[in-house]
C-alpha cells in the first residue's frame, strides 16, 4: 500500500492564479481531511470528508474548495491565490472518525508569491 | 478558539535526558488524546495516545500521563536520543468535535549528542 499520496511537492504561485492539489489514499479510508501547517501555528484543519460526496468545512476554509467524487480522492482547490495561503498542506485520512489513527500524506510546500 | 495549548515551543534536551511536553485543554468532552511526531520533510505519524479512563499509557520510551480533573496531558520521552529530534504535536478529539481532531502549536525537540 502507497498509503496517502499527494501531487506536486512543492509548487509556486502567482497571487490570483488557481491550482488543485491532488490527494489519494489506497487504504478504502471513509475519512480524509484537509491541513494547512503555518510555523508556531499547529495543524489547521481546511475541510474534511466523511464519505464519498460528503464534504464539510473545517476551522480554516476561506479561499479553499473541496470535492470527493470518489473513496480514494480527495483534491484541495486554491481559487484566487493570496500570499497568506503560503503553506505546507497536509492530506490525511482515517478509517472512522476521531478515535483512529489519521495517517498523513508527504505534504504540499506552497508559495504564492 | 485555541482548544488545546501545547508547551514548550521549542526544547533542547541532552541526549540520555529526559524530553517533557506539556498539552492543556479546554473542552471537557475530549475523550482522545493522540501524540504526533513529524520529521523534516514528512508529514506527521501517530506515535502514542491515551483514553481519559486511564492516568498514563507507556510504549517503549514514550509515556502519556494524563490528569483529567487539571485537564492536563504530557509527553515524556525517557533517555532521548538524536533521532528523536522532531517536532511533536499533541491533539484532542471528542463526539461533539465530529471526529475532528483538534492540534496544539508544535514542540519542535531537539537532542544534541
Known amino acids: 500500500n502507497a498509503g496517502v499520496t499527494q501531487t506536486p511537492k512543492f509548487r509556486i504561485l502567482k497571487i490570483g492564479q488557481s491550482m488543485t492539489l491532488q490527494c489519494t489514499q489506497d487504504?478504502?479510508?471513509?475519512?480524509m481531511y484537509w491541513y494547512r501547517q503555518d510555523p508556531g501555528m499547529g495543524l489547521k484543519l481546511i475541510y474534511y470528508?466523511?464519505?464519498?460526496?460528503?464534504?464539510d468545512k473545517g476551522e480554516v476554509p476561506n479561499g479553499y474548495n473541496v470535492s470527493r467524487s470518489t473513496t480514494e480522492d480527495f483534491p484541495l482547490r486554491l481559487e484566487l491565490a493570496a500570499p497568506s495561503q503560503t503553506s505546507v498542506y497536509f492530506c490525511?485520512?482515517?478509517?472512522?472518525?476521531?478515535?483512529?489513527?489519521?495517517?498523513f500524506g508527504p505534504g504540499t510546500r506552497l508559495t504564492v508569491t | 478558539q485555541q482548544q488545546v495549548k501545547q508547551s514548550p515551543q521549542s526544547l533542547i534536551v541532552q541526549k540520555g535526558g529526559i524530553s517533557i511536553i506539556n498539552c492543556a485543554y479546554e473542552n471537557t468532552a475530549f475523550d482522545y488524546f493522540p501524540w504526533y511526531q513529524q520529521f523534516p520533510g514528512k508529514g506527521p505519524a501517530l506515535l502514542i495516545a491515551i483514553r481519559p479512563d486511564v492516568s498514563e499509557k507507556k510504549e517503549g520510551r514514550f509515556t502519556i500521563s494524563f490528569n483529567k480533573s487539571a485537564k492536563q496531558f504530557s509527553l515524556h520521552i525517557m533517555d532521548s536520543q538524536p533521532g528523536d529530534s522532531a517536532t511533536y504535536f499533541c491533539?484532542?478529539?471528542?463526539?461533539?468535535?465530529?471526529?475532528?481532531?483538534?492540534f496544539g502549536q508544535g514542540t519542535e525537540l531537539s537532542v544534541k549528542p
Open positions: 491533539a484532542a478529539s471528542g463526539y461533539n468535535q465530529g471526529g475532528k481532531l483538534i
Open positions: 490525511a485520512s482515517s478509517r472512522v472518525a476521531g478515535k483512529y489513527e489519521q495517517y
Open positions: 470528508s466523511v464519505g464519498a460526496g460528503i464534504t
Open positions: 487504504m478504502n479510508h471513509n475519512y
